[in-house]
């Protein structure tokens, strides 16, 4: 098998791409196709989520109540979390996933690429339908997207709908989860050993398999609120002889490893983008590997932190303490190794670099307000407070969507052939990098001075700091319109082309293919000669 | 230089940046030192450090964690600056080849380890001491209610105390405020003393004596609340079917101001705590007089808000 046959073969299959929108799209089995399309609809759930948080710093302004009645005002918090997590960031790196696993082990689709077709066909269905419960008799879920009983159940009949909608994103993530797992075990290219992956595989495959552990245990904690709600169970109920803080035990289990489904893909960008820009390999390609299987690991144990103000026996917390503080120390280890990687290197700031770069400072800083909230005497007072509010908006903004907008900018030309416009990336780079500072950086201080979340109107005391957050809220959400339309731009106005290695020090299988590359990339599996991949050389 | 010179010693331009810093510093330290430990201020940057042993020993694990941040964050982000000015591709930086170091990795894992044992040590000793709640003077149960607080005394000295109970909503000024417009200024609402207590102010506060070992039951009658007073140095949430015990002590007299923590529905935002500390005898007379009024009182509507809370009218 020669390199040759290879690029024959493909070419042979140029231009088989289905024709009309039903066979192209709605029966898309290619996972360029359906990268794509996870993508956009991140995008839109982005927006439609990113809406509702300008309406929340809206009426947040000024102290009073302006805009929206209490009640509606929950259901937007609940709602902005819900879409963010499982409409925007979740999706986005399956989208990702989607583009990136089968250029870079050299896969020619996804290994269950009908599967993939329904995993992402549920999503807009389910997005639809949550949202629909915005207009239903009741309103809305209103108690937070951790929805904990028994506020949750006094909800009016969208619970029923918003359970079936969770059901539906779990079953989708379950099923993107297993398609990625079987993908990277069973197709990469002869050659691509394990330990010679690309991070962002190796971080995709441990969070596929941390989305398999968590999703079921999401479900029977929904599936045991719609009983206690329509059939008289009662697992939650104190009064029936069930047990509050059940609930809040399982929704957690599945919880805590949740973030780090949201944030490993995103490490695994980091990993990718910086030693291109740096020019240099990765620092401890294997510290990193052993850094994000443990990080795995210890996401199982330590779901009561998000816990420590109900009232457990002393032992139990300082478990959860010590396990929550060890999680910074392989942590750490990612940091410095992303800043050993930049050492030395030979480095220039192009946008995706920009965004990798933010992301390192910016999750950091979460990464000490979350070592701040493992202290359990402290947490008492952070808890429920806008510090938390602070805490997990700087690693799933300035942390996760950040890694996606790196990804994208980094990806982009590669999937389209056409490089984005470098003027309004670093416009769009340095707008959201200022701006998600001045939103979020003020709610530390408004938590430590004892502002709850999830209030929409508060005491005078909050106002200035509350000001200047949603100022920050409103810049950061215009800057996203430049993001939109540089995306747009490139995809159907960019004239210039970009080469296969759109970046210099890029490298990797998907570098070795042309931009972009075509619609059914190694056919047959591609030959891998020493030099063309980032980590480990192929003649060993 | 000679230009400089020329200047008077107190023109503007010629120590701006050290007095610039110097008011800086000094404004910061302010709002840190300052953070009024019965309610929040405008700008306030900084938790409070509450008025009791327990509260400042929070206060001062915060502020060792909040150091170390710093500390780690000068050494990470000052390599990365460096680096980044350093090490550009514009400036002829090459780009060198390694791809790890054993050493220095081993280094880098090991020192946060011990960061951490000397940051779980403190905590460790304040988090056993917060929850021995053994040998309290006086206990008080705490029960949340969408969307209120009832508060019954339990016993003081040893001594049980009769039918003292009442339930504490917000004040009636902050909730006519609140309401969508109802074009009364959130700023025109203060307290006697002239502190804005815009939703931060009750009907009818809990009192409690200064330099005592108070115990909180906590629970709730519907969902889960928070209970929350800054002053105190913890929260604790109010779980129905589950009694939470906790302690505080509040060392000033004075009114220490809180909010619910946990949301708990629609008017979350409008069940404020407030709690009045008084000295031990103003609090001992304050006692025997609401012994005597419920004595007195129609018994009926204390028996409601002690056996049943849940079923109390909701506002």
């Known amino acids: 098998m020669s390199t040759d046959a290879a690029t024959h073969h493909d070419d042979a299959h140029h231009d088989d791409v289905p024709k009309g929108f039903v066979h192209r799209w709605l029966f898309a089995t290619n996972h360029k196709d359906i990268g794509t399309m996870y993508l956009v609809l991140a995008l839109v759930m982005f927006f439609v989520g990113g809406s509702m948080a300008m309406v929340i710093r809206a009426e947040l302004f000024e102290p009073g109540l302006q805009l929206v009645q209490p009640y509606f005002f929950n259901e937007l918090t609940t709602l902005h979390g819900l879409i963010m997590i499982f409409g925007a960031i979740m999706p986005a790196f399956v989208g990702l996933a989607n583009w990136q696993i089968p250029l870079m082990v050299g896969a020619p689709d996804m290994a269950l690429p009908r599967m993939n077709n329904l995993s992402f066909w549920l999503l807009p269905f389910a997005f639809l339908l949550i949202l629909s419960t915005l207009f239903m008799p009741g309103g809305a879920v209103a108690g937070g997207w951790v929805m904990y009983p028994p506020l949750i159940l006094q909800t009016g009949e969208s619970l029923a709908f918003t359970i079936f909608a969770i059901h539906l994103m779990g079953i989708s993530s379950i099923m993107g989860a297993i398609n990625i797992i079987a993908t990277i075990l069973n197709l990469r290219a002869p050659g691509m050993d394990l330990l010679k992956m690309p991070l962002f595989v190796w971080t995709w495959l441990i969070t596929a398999f941390l989305l398999i552990a968590i999703m079921p245990v999401l479900a029977g904690a929904m599936t045991m609120l719609l009983t206690d709600k329509y059939f008289g169970t009662n697992f939650f109920n104190a009064a029936g002889g069930g047990d509050v803080l059940l609930y809040e035990h399982i929704f957690w289990f599945f919880g805590h490893p949740e973030v780090y489904v949201m944030i490993l893909p995103a490490f695994g960008i980091i990993s990718e983008v910086i030693p291109t820009f740096a020019r240099k390999p990765i620092f401890g390609y294997k510290p990193m590997v052993y850094a994000t299987a443990s990080i795995a690991f210890l996401s199982f144990i330590v779901w009561a932190h998000h816990m420590f103000t109900v009232g457990l026996p002393v032992g139990a917390q300082l478990f959860f303490m010590y396990a929550t503080m060890l999680i910074s120390v392989p942590t750490g280890v990612k940091v410095f190794n992303w800043v050993a990687t930049m050492w030395k290197g030979s480095m220039t700031f192009e946008t995706p670099m920009l965004f990798a770069v933010a992301f390192v400072i910016l999750f950091t800083i979460g990464g000490f307000s979350g070592l701040m909230l493992g202290l359990v005497p402290a947490d008492y007072q952070y808890h429920n407070s806008y510090f938390v509010v602070a805490h997990f908006h700087y690693v799933l903004v300035s942390g996760a969507a950040f890694g996606i907008m790196t990804g994208v900018y980094y990806w982009l030309p590669k999937w389209s052939g056409h490089m984005y416009s470098e003027r309004w990336g670093r416009i769009h780079f340095w707008l959201s990098v200022i701006s998600v500072n001045v939103l979020f950086f003020p709610m530390h201080f408004l938590g430590l001075a004892g502002m709850p979340r999830r209030i929409p109107d508060y005491n005078v005391a909050f106002a200035d700091w509350n000001m200047v957050s949603s100022i920050g809220g409103f810049v950061f959400g215009a800057s996203q319109l430049i993001f939109v339309g540089n995306i747009i731009y490139t995809v159907y106005f960019a004239k210039s082309k970009v080469p296969a290695r759109v970046w210099d020090g890029a490298r990797g299988l998907e570098w070795e293919l042309p931009s972009p590359p075509p619609h059914h990339s190694y056919s047959t599996p591609p030959e891998i000669l020493p030099g063309m991949l980032a980590h480990g050389d192929i003649t060993h | ?315």
């Open chain 2, 1 to 315: 230089m000679t230009k400089c010179a020329t200047r008077p010693a107190t023109a503007p331009g010629a120590h701006w940046l050290p007095r610039t810093l110097l008011a800086l510093t000094g404004m910061l330290l302010s709002t840190v030192a300052l953070a009024n430990p019965e309610h929040p201020t405008q700008w306030q940057l900084n938790l409070t450090r509450g008025v009791s042993p327990l509260s400042h020993d929070v206060w001062d694990l915060h502020m060792a964690v909040f150091y170390v941040c710093i500390g780690i964050g000068v050494v990470v982000y000052g390599a990365m600056i460096y680096a980044m000015l350093k090490f550009r591709k514009s400036k002829g930086a090459e780009a060198a080849k390694f791809t790890h170091n054993t050493k220095i990795e081993v280094i880098w894992t090991i020192i946060p380890v011990l960061i951490l044992i000397g940051l779980a040590w403190p905590a460790t000793r304040i988090l056993v001491y917060e929850n021995n709640t053994s040998n309290s003077v006086l206990t008080v149960k705490v029960t949340g209610v969408q969307w209120k607080w009832a508060y019954d005394y339990i016993d003081y000295e040893g001594q049980p105390i009769n039918n003292v109970s009442f339930i504490s909503m917000l004040a009636t000024d902050s909730n006519d405020a609140r309401q969508m417009d109802s074009g009364i200024s959130p700023w025109s609402i203060k307290s006697r003393h002239g502190v804005d207590d815009y939703l931060l102010n009750v009907n009818k506060p809990l009192v409690v004596p200064t330099h005592t070992k108070i115990q909180f039951l906590i629970t709730a009658a519907d969902v889960i609340h928070g209970f929350w007073v800054p002053a105190l140095g913890w929260q604790a949430d109010a779980i129905p079917g589950q009694i939470h015990d906790a302690w505080g002590e509040l060392d000033k007299p004075g009114t220490y101001r809180g909010q619910c923590a946990q949301l708990c529905g629609q008017d979350h935002a409008y069940m404020p705590i407030v709690i009045r500390a008084l000295p031990r005898a103003e609090f001992r007379q304050w006692l025997a007089a609401q012994e005597n009024k419920s004595r007195m009182q129609d018994v009926s509507r204390t028996a409601q808000i002690v056996a049943a809370p849940g079923d109390a009218p909701q506002g």
